[in-house]
């Protein structure tokens, strides 16, 4: 009588080809992970949550003689984008219409113009971000976009190249502009630089002309944290630390020249609305014109008014 022999694939120590060629896929999946693993977008670290290498980055780390790990500490810290060519009128929320994403909308935090030392916006303005991710998307959603009429840039700038913009920026500038720089970051928005009026012209009496007509801050003790980096370069002692001062409705801000005749002063007010009030009313008119006849003066105290954000 003959034996029945089992098949081939059922034999003790075979296996089925099947079975085997999953086995054989799923060690190359196995083994591509592991070689990966640095690289990943899987971090567990939080601060690389959600974010992956570009390709090109071995030749980034060549090209800047850096390590890859050195490389990917900075590229983690890009949340900061710094938009050029912006018009002197752009507001927060023209930057903040830039964002083609919800998300990318919800996650812009501060937003920092940059102006001159009479507080003329420059054009410049940072705007930071809590996650890697958005900040890079971003920087992809204003590059190149047109706002009032003219061609914007964006580009990333890390944790220390933000400082160092910074620095170069103000750094070397005196050290009264550190509460009105200050103040903006504060009061963003309610805050309404004059300029134009005679250098002569004291706080109080300024604000005893607009206090009836406008809704001004009281005179009160304003205490905040110093994150201005006006001086810093000169003196960084106190830096992170906090303003102790007596502030009114009316801040008089430090000569932008020697030889000045005219004086710049921030107005502060309790609302937006009142703010944008203000600017209304003020803006290109000429100060007292029947004290500082327009004849006599050559029409020189022409005031000029504008929201500071």
């Not at 085997?20 to 939080?46: D, E, L, N, V, Y």
């Not at 009429?149 to 103000?170: E, H, P, T």
């Not at 012209?201 to 809704?215: G, I, K, N, S, V």
Request: charged fraction near 25%; include cysteine; glycine fraction near 8%.
């Amino acid at each position: 009588m003959a034996l029945l022999r089992a098949p081939l694939a059922l034999r003790p120590g075979t296996l089925m080809p099947s079975i085997k060629s999953g086995i054989q896929r799923t060690a190359a999946a196995a083994s591509t992970s592991i070689r990966t693993a640095p690289f990943s977008s899987s971090s567990h670290r939080p601060a690389g949550q959600g974010f992956v290498m570009p390709d090109d980055y071995l030749d980034r780390a060549e090209a800047d003689n850096v390590s890859v790990g050195q490389l990917r500490r900075t590229l983690v810290s890009e949340k900061d984008v710094l938009i050029t060519g912006l018009p002197t009128t752009a507001t927060p929320l023209d930057i903040r219409a830039l964002a083609r994403e919800t998300k990318t909308f919800n996650d812009v935090g501060r937003i920092e113009f940059m102006y001159t030392r009479s507080f003329q916006p420059t054009g410049k303005a940072l705007v930071s971000f809590s996650a890697t991710m958005r900040a890079r998307m971003f920087e992809e959603d204003a590059h190149g976009r047109i706002v009032g009429g003219k061609m914007i840039k964006a580009n990333l700038r890390s944790v220390k190249q933000r400082k160092d913009f910074l620095l170069k920026a103000y750094g070397n500038w005196p050290a009264d502009y550190q509460i009105p720089f200050d103040l903006i970051e504060y009061d963003t928005g309610k805050l309404v630089l004059l300029r134009g009026i005679p250098q002569d012209t004291f706080e109080a009496r300024l604000e005893e002309r607009l206090a009836p007509r406008y809704d001004l801050k009281p005179q009160d003790r304003w205490r905040a944290k110093r994150i201005s980096y006006a001086g810093y370069l000169h003196d960084s002692k106190g830096y992170g630390g906090s303003h102790d001062a007596v502030l009114g409705g009316v801040l008089k801000l430090p000569k932008s020249h020697p030889d000045a005749t005219t004086a710049n002063f921030i107005v502060r007010c309790e609302t937006q609305s009142e703010a944008m009030r203000l600017v209304r009313r003020w803006h290109n008119t000429y100060f007292a014109p029947r004290t500082f006849d327009i004849q006599d003066t050559g029409g020189r105290y022409r005031v000029a008014a504008s929201v500071l954000y």
